[in-house]
């Protein structure tokens, strides 16, 4: 299993906006092969920030899958208007439940 982390700062006051586009955008990411969650979190102490974590079974079913097919762009038109910045990392699990 291959965990995806991507961290959005969204520009301000667009923080509503923008978690009921992502909770639509992310079908687009959901129906893809070798897709296990995901997990949007969002920081207390800035408003603006959150967390995306996606349980992938490889590395190659996010970045060849997803971000090699029109669900990505799709999803990437949908999330563009909100994103000041993103930063994204693929992680492997080490210990945990």
Known sequence: MVIEKACFTVHKGMEEDFEETFSK??????????????????????????VILVEWDSLEAHTEGFMKSERFNEFVSMMDPFLDTVEMEHLEPISGN
Request: no cysteine.
């Open 25 to 50: 955008a992310v079908e687009f990411i959901s129906v893809t092969p070798g897709f296990i969650n995901h997990q949007l979190t969002k920081s207390i102490e800035t408003k603006s920030k959150y």
